[in-house]
């Protein structure tokens, strides 16, 4: 198994399994809270393609899901003694969103190389900040020092079967619009991947739907994981990419399982397909999407994947720097 597989033995093994009743009760939790995100029909090519706006979330991003069904599952005892996360930012932010909500002390463990945007909102939420070399330093090393420090929780990003499950609840909502806008039940949904949390949830949520993640060029460790059977990383010198919130290095068994035994298949787009989403987005559907929110999407307009009866694609972010969004959609 590729180095780094070991993973601080699987989070010291989750324990359980996701459920699609757990997705149907992360549902119920986060409606009480969430109003759901529109979905959108784009027409592509003489199709109309379904889009999940994601992006309008309070944090602009799906993870507060996973984020809020974690935390409000922790046992009142528990809380008080606050979370550990690890992220890039919009893992982070739900986090951190979360804890406020909750009145929680939470610490993110976040890149050095995050996006400005995405570190001064978490601050703003009020959770506390760790940086540390992505390339360099065990995240997963950090994280669990400081959880053994404070006898408190590690909410991760998406080895954890109650994130999983508060991000299927993206799903049981998408289902219910399909069927109301679409005129029909979901047949495929095309999502933005980088460990696989939410595209566990969405096959939890939508089972009899075909689910195709979609990642960076390079970063493709999900789908060739899927493709081989086996888990991969991305290898030691991964190229870089603009998508900060998709740079897992690899899944984990337990998102792993859902996507094999749900035959969830896997595709990659480019640096390029991906600026030519953020462009589209922000001129036809006036969406802000960051690079790794419009992958997705991406692969549809690439055509990649080509258009079919009632597919949605997930616009998972957009926590996108000013400047560099900015820069993208002058075309530079």
């Known amino acids: ?40 029909p784009v027409e592509l090519d003489g199709s109309t393609l379904w889009a999940k706006a994601e992006c309008l979330q309070p944090v602009g991003a799906f993870k507060i899901r996973g984020a809020w069904n974690r935390l409000v599952s ?5 809380r008080e003694r606050g979370v550990v996360a690890v992220s890039s930012g919009n893992h982070a932010q739900g ?21 400005r945007v995405k570190m001064d909102r978490v601050r703003e939420m009020g959770a506390q900040i760790v ?25 991760h990003a998406f080895a954890d079967p109650w994130v999983i499950e508060g991000q299927g609840s993206a799903g049981v909502e998408l289902a219910g619009q399909m069927n109301r806008q679409a005129g029909g039940p979901v047949e495929r949904i095309v999502t933005c991947c980088g460990g696989g949390g ?4 969405l096959a939890l949520a939508c089972p009899d739907a075909e689910i195709v993640t979609v990642e960076p060029e390079g970063w493709d460790d999900v789908a060739r994981s899927l493709a081989d059977g086996v888990r991969r990383s991305v290898g030691e010198n991964p190229p870089t990419t603009a998508c900060d919130a998709l740079q897992t290095f690899a899944t984990f068994k337990v998102n792993f399982d859902v996507m ?26 006036r969406l802000v999407l960051e690079p790794g929110g419009a992958v997705a999407l991406a692969a549809m307009l690439s055509g990649k994947l080509p258009p079919g009866p009632r597919t949605a694609v997930m616009l998972t972010g957009g926590n996108v720097d000013p400047a560099s969004f900015a820069s993208v959609l002058a075309g530079e």
């Not at 939410?198 to 949830?201: P, Q, T």
């Not at 094999?260 to 001129?283: K, L, M, N, P």
């Open 1 to 40: 198994m590729d180095g780094e597989m070991d993973q601080r033995a699987e989070l010291r093994k989750p324990t359980r399994a996701p459920t699609r009743d757990g997705v149907t009760a992360a549902a119920s939790r986060i409606a009480e809270i969430l109003p759901p995100t529109p979905l959108l």
């Open 74 to 78: 922790l046992p009142k005892g528990e």
């Open 95 to 115: 986090v951190a969103w979360a804890a406020r909500e909750l009145l929680m002390p939470a610490t993110i463990i976040m890149p050095s190389d995050a996006p």
């Open 131 to 155: 940086e540390y070399d992505r390339m360099k330093q065990d995240r997963e090393a950090i994280a669990m020092t400081l959880c053994d420090k404070r006898a408190c929780a590690y909410v």
């Open 198 to 201: 939410l595209a566990s949830g």
């Open 260 to 285: 094999r035994a749900h035959d969830v298949r896997g595709i990659w787009v480019s640096e390029a397909e991906t600026r030519a989403a953020q462009r589209y987005a922000f001129e036809r559907l």
